[in-house]
């Protein structure tokens, strides 16, 4: 496709020659680099509630955002109207973070490479709305069939489809058309009049609506949300204290996204506030442990062909055999450590500054059979399922809510317990790693990461590990 | 940042209803949101980040009957408008009809005619230079504080004015706007190679009513230098206190058990527990949208519904859910004015002031009174069940030996259920103070699983 076939050239009529004036524009006052972010989004949403779809909206938002860079300062604006006065507007004011006479000489606009990680033809987006409706109005049927204690379904179904330009004062013009969809599920059950307890699942990715009809089915979904429900109404008390954990495969690798994958964010590390600050080359992990940061997967939630900046996604080791090896950068922290691109910088919209991020974080494949690992600890907790964590990332502590989990004896996985927090501190957790399982699962895409106020999807998966040592915050 | 037009805006939002009632609606309501917002973030005394922009959205939503659609956009011309009509008409004609579905009685519309002192022209025209300064100022008298405070986070100043406009097919159109502004500064301390970070922060619809930069800063170092050498304590069940801010953090969570949509559902443990005792006598629980000044203030909520003081906990007795019309009319009662949403969909819930009444002790006198405890000052993850009442988050801060506060503790989980810790509760204090539409004194709980080693 050339540039003249894309997006924003031909519905808005933006030119090359346009993007260069705005980035000359930004740079007038003596900044040393600008971009410019365009993002054209339309979204929807909708949901089932007691078997009735009560809510079903969609709309368009769009907006240019415009960054100066001047040494390590930032000045950020941004426009929803896409007139040339007002994008240029923008650019001024985003300018004012420098002062002085402009340096930089203007350089043309190059087009990237157009690799494909999603090619996806018809975006769920661009579908008849009853398809997507028969998607909600499945998974509950489903849910309320899957057991009689089963009393009340929400399914929610939520599309995006976000085309991106971004141009650059280095001369970079990179433009993506990126598809989401997402369904996902919520059961509570009940017994004689009992607690409720509820379940919850979901999947989706950078696919094609038939993946809801083939892989990811209203009905998958539905079934596992109403199992975890029903598995929690015969739950007991979770072990306070220090325990051996066992995480099964896939979802609990949101320990990797809470333990180290925020700690590896170039920005703090630039910073030195993080707990893995200075530490490249160093063991933070126990040598079983390799962790990879991959946006380049096809169809999956945290991939992207290019991040929010322009620069290709690429697979980044960040531990390999338990030694640091690298951080997520955007282009500020490698602007200013002078360290390589790795394709991280993403940001919620074209409102936001960019910031280094995830993509798709997980732990490859070990030796171990999943089932020796379970079978090695005499007392200990079993945790397949998480609701999600967080990561104080200066003191390295880290948080994950365990949602579904069960008391190991014996070596066998006997009664399910309550939902607790593990709580592990990042470079310390990860060197009480002692089985690595052949079973690496990745999560079914309904992750979102937050960090400083913005959302992005991303990705996370683990195979199954022991974890000798790791504090449960249970009751019991 | 020139005055927003309310009466252009509000004749926006009245011409996407009578479109909408023309192409067939039966009912119509639309929310459109304006605002600016600027922020600069300093750290180690040099600007960072300079951020300034303003935007606007509209959303609509439709009834054909009892079936319902919604839509929004960024683009508040004719063609926007008109497009933004389209495609929620577009939808309401795929749902499933809901008996329950509607806007507020005409009746129960309108606003609260005070002035709520939600808006300060000060902040719109508060000088660059002079916000840049503040930040400074506030992370600078972090720095200074004490050597062992070695880096930064750096400091912020962040503003913001906005304008909300609803008008619906009832007859109902208002428009208010709004001022915001913070300081804050977020230190980070070390020792042995070991690092902690806390902040502290201001806000006020105003900026001569924010906390001086020096005050954020030093409380700010303060908190963080506390940190400083945690260590886990062993597994045990103490009595633990909540600052203000966990205080409020709790708080929090209670909100999501007397939201109605979780009532309707039964998914709350305070499901079908109104006029039953399920906290102590001192406990008094209120949401009150009409305190002037406050952060969540606002004349009508955001189906046209005045806001108003709702007692939800009186002494321990549960005494009303937070209801909007469709909660409302779900649970066979009356609309509480706690309608919210973003620009479109259906109205959620939200809260305006949520906030506990103060008791009588002083936060001085709680620790005092305990010989081994756990006074806590923050706590990360999600790890509360509202449908069951299980608690469970990793928590910080420091530890009780002898009515004193002896030594920081990190890396624990502090546990048990809402249950047992609303009826365990055994001083509030005296110590309440807003800083945000939710606010709490200190608070103190007989006895929690603190687990650590």
């Known amino acids: 496709m050339s540039y003249s076939e894309s997006f924003f050239a031909s519905k808005f009529q933006i030119t090359r020659r346009d993007l260069e004036n705005y980035l000359s524009e930004a740079l007038s006052r003596g900044g040393d680099y600008a971009d410019l972010y365009f993002e054209y989004l339309s979204t929807s949403n909708l949901s089932i509630d007691e078997s009735i779809v009560k809510s079903a909206t969609q709309g368009v938002s769009l907006g240019v955002g415009v960054r100066v860079i001047s040494g390590e300062r930032t000045g950020y604006a941004y426009s929803d109207d896409l007139s040339p006065e007002k994008i240029k507007r923008a650019a001024q004011v985003a300018a004012m973070i420098a002062s002085g006479p402009a340096k930089v000489d203007k350089s043309s606009l190059h087009e990237g490479g157009r690799r494909n990680l999603y090619p996806v033809l018809t975006a769920p987006n661009e579908t008849a709305f009853e398809e997507r409706v028969a998607l909600v109005q499945r998974a509950d049927i489903a849910a309320r069939t899957y057991d009689s204690r ?23 013009l990179s433009f993506d058309r990126q598809p989401l969809a997402r369904l996902s599920v919520s059961a509570l059950a009940r017994e004689n009049g009992g607690v409720p307890q509820q379940g919850y699942s979901g999947g989706g990715g950078r696919y094609e609506l038939e993946y809801f009809q083939t892989s990811g089915t209203p009905e998958r979904f ?129 409102e936001h500054i960019p910031m280094p991020r995830m993509t798709n974080t997980f732990m490859l494949a070990g030796q171990s059979d999943p089932e020796e690992i379970i079978r090695s600890v005499p007392k200990g907790l079993y945790c397949a399922n998480f609701a999600g964590g967080q990561v104080d990332i200066t003191s390295g502590n880290f948080v994950f809510s365990a949602s579904e989990s069960y008391l190991i004896e014996n070596g066998k996985l006997t009664r399910p317990v309550k939902n607790a927090t593990l709580i592990g501190n990042g470079p310390e957790a990860m060197k009480y790693v002692s089985m690595v399982g052949k079973d690496l699962k990745l999560d079914e895409g309904i992750g979102i990461c937050g960090k400083e106020g913005q959302s992005v999807p991303v990705g996370v998966g683990i195979p199954t590990v022991r974890i000798d040592r790791m504090t449960v915050g249970g009751t019991a | 940042m020139s005055a927003v037009d309310l009466d252009a805006l509000t004749g926006i939002a009245q011409a996407a209803v009578r479109l909408a009632l023309e192409a067939g609606a039966t009912d119509a309501e639309c929310t459109i949101s304006e605002g600016s917002e600027f922020s600069v973030a300093v750290r180690l005394g040099e600007v960072e980040t300079l951020k300034e922009a303003s935007s606007r959205a509209a959303g609509l939503r439709v009834l054909i009957g009892q079936q319902m659609g919604a839509s929004y ?45 939600l808006y300060s022209e000060s902040v719109a025209t508060l000088d660059t230079a002079f916000k840049i300064d503040l930040a400074k100022r506030a992370e600078a008298a972090a720095l200074a504080f004490d050597p062992r405070i070695t880096n930064s986070e750096g400091g912020g100043f962040d503003s913001s004015t906005g304008a909300r406009i609803f008008a619906n097919s009832r007859g109902f159109a208002g428009a208010y706007r709004s001022t915001y502004c913070s300081l804050m500064a977020t230190p980070v301390a070390s020792l042995d190679g070991a690092m902690e970070r806390d902040y502290w922060y201001s806000t006020a619809r105003d900026s001569e009513r924010l906390e001086s930069p020096e005050q954020v800063g030093r409380i700010a170092a303060e908190r963080t230098l506390r940190r400083l050498g945690a260590v ?10 909540f600052d203000p801010r966990m205080a409020r953090s709790f708080l929090g969570e209670i909100f999501q058990a007397v939201d109605g949509r979780s009532i309707y559902r039964s998914a709350s443990f305070l499901a079908g527990k109104l006029g039953e005792k399920i906290a102590v006598d001192g406990f008094t629980l209120i949401d009150d949208g009409t305190i002037p000044g406050l952060f969540g203030s606002q004349p009508f909520d955001d189906e046209g519904v005045p806001t108003r003081r709702t007692v939800v906990i009186e002494r321990g007795v549960l005494k009303s859910y937070l209801l909007n019309s469709y909660t409302a009319r779900k649970l066979g009662m009356k609309t509480t004015g706690n309608a919210s949403r973003g620009v479109t969909g259906n109205a959620g819930i939200g809260h305006g002031n949520f906030y506990l009444e103060n008791g009588s002790v002083s936060p001085e006198a709680m620790i005092q009174g305990i010989a081994n405890g756990f006074y806590v000052t923050e706590m990360i993850g999600s790890g509360v069940n509202t449908v069951t009442g299980d608690y469970s988050r990793g928590a910080a801060g420091m530890w009780i030996r002898n009515g004193e506060l002896a030594f920081p503790v990190s890396g624990v989980t502090i546990a048990g259920t809402m249950q047992e810790m609303l009826t365990g509760i055994t001083a509030i204090g005296n110590d309440l103070e807003f800083r945000g539409s939710v606010a709490a004194p200190t608070l103190m709980i007989g006895e929690m699983t603190v687990a650590g080693r």
């Open chain 2, 232 to 241: 886990k304590v062993d597994t045990q069940k103490v009595p633990v206190i």
């Open chain 2, 73 to 117: 956009t960024s683009d508040l011309g004719d063609d926007g408008i008109r497009q933004m009509v389209r495609s929620a008409m577009e939808l309401a004609k795929l749902t499933t009809g809901d008996p329950f579905a509607g806007l507020p009685d005409a009746s129960e519309l309108g606003s609260i005619s005070t002035d709520l002192g």
């Open chain 1, 222 to 350: 539905a079934a596992e949300a109403a199992r975890q429900a029903l598995v929690q109404l015969d739950a007991v008390e979770a072990p306070a204290g220090e325990n051996v954990v066992v995480l099964g495969p896939g979802w609990p690798g949101v320990l990797l996204h809470e333990a180290v994958g925020h700690g590896l964010e170039a920005d703090f590390n630039r910073k030195g506030v993080s707990a893995f600050s200075g530490r490249i080359g160093q063991q933070v992990a126990s040598p079983l442990c390799t962790i990879i940061d991959d946006g380049t997967m096809q169809g999956r939630r945290g991939s992207l062909n290019v991040d929010d900046e322009g620069n290709e996604t690429q697979q980044n080791v960040l531990i390999e055999n338990g030694i640091l090896r690298g951080y997520l950068q955007d282009r500020l922290s490698s602007r200013i450590t002078g360290a390589a691109a790795t394709g991280n910088g993403r940001r919620e919209s074209y």
């Open chain 1, 150 to 172: 089963i009393f009340q379904v929400q399914a929610t179904y939520a599309d995006s489809l976000k085309h991106v330009m971004v141009a650059t004062s280095e001369g970079v």
